[in-house]
């Protein structure tokens, strides 16, 4: 089940206020009947053993991975990180976002504290609009536009995403309630109003690297995204 409007999914410059991108409203928690629980097996990475478990979300027809560092429902609040889909980032290591390093750092921290899972969501490429059109906005933000203006520019939305299927995946596997590893305030406001309780936002910041300055400026100055970046 897709919400009628995802965090900051709204092109129009009613939702650009001071700025900053203001959020729509959200729609309640989604059925466990939007996803489908697929084969799980064991995953050894370089930062330790994960269970890796396929879920088919059936309104967006793609398929989902959450990596289970542990038991989950040991514990009452158990550590978790929310991922969007980035090939540029994830696989190819493209410095121009902080999306690898923060898969990496998601992982480590997760096996590190022996419980808690890693959500890799698919169809989030460049916030929901799709590869191509990432790539489209790249070349905008090379001519000078910013993350934000360069999807308006295309007739995309500033974010396109739903996390409606994080959370029908949390709470399948029995998380009600999570430590979120973000940055990003709206994707603890997005849980909680789809039914899971966040009891603290952890910071998943990054080293910024000069590919990214403007990116991550960006997402702090107009997106309300948590960097700790000093004001210019």
Not at 81 to 107: K, M, N, W, Y
Request: net charge negative; with cysteine.
């Amino acid at each position: 089940m897709q919400r009628s409007e995802s965090p900051r999914s709204s092109s129009s410059d009613e939702n650009i206020a001071g700025g900053q991108v203001t959020p729509p409203e959200r729609n309640a928690t989604p059925p466990l009947s939007s996803i489908r629980r697929g084969c799980a097996t064991r995953m050894p990475t370089q930062h330790g053993d994960f269970r890796a478990i396929c879920y088919a979300d059936l309104s967006a027809g793609v398929e989902h991975l959450v990596l289970v560092a542990g038991d989950l429902r040991a514990a009452a609040s158990p550590l978790v990180r929310v991922h969007s889909e980035c090939a540029t980032g994830d696989i190819f290591g493209s410095r121009r976002c902080d999306c690898g390093p923060q898969l990496q750092r998601g992982l480590r921290e997760i096996a590190a504290a022996g419980c808690g899972a890693l959500v890799y969501l698919r169809g989030h490429e460049g916030r929901g609009i799709g590869l191509g059109a990432k790539l489209e906005a790249y070349a905008l933000q090379d001519a000078g536009r910013d993350t934000l203006d360069a999807n308006l520019d295309l007739g995309h939305p500033v974010d396109a995403r739903s996390y409606d299927a994080a959370a029908a995946m949390l709470l399948d596997l029995g998380v009600a309630s999570v430590r979120l590893m973000t940055n990003n305030p709206d994707k603890c406001d997005a849980l909680e109003e789809l039914g899971v309780r966040v009891s603290e936002r952890v910071p998943c910041v990054v080293e910024a690297d000069p590919e990214n300055a403007r990116y991550l400026r960006t997402k702090q100055e107009r997106m309300g995204h948590l960097l700790g970046l000093p004001d210019l």
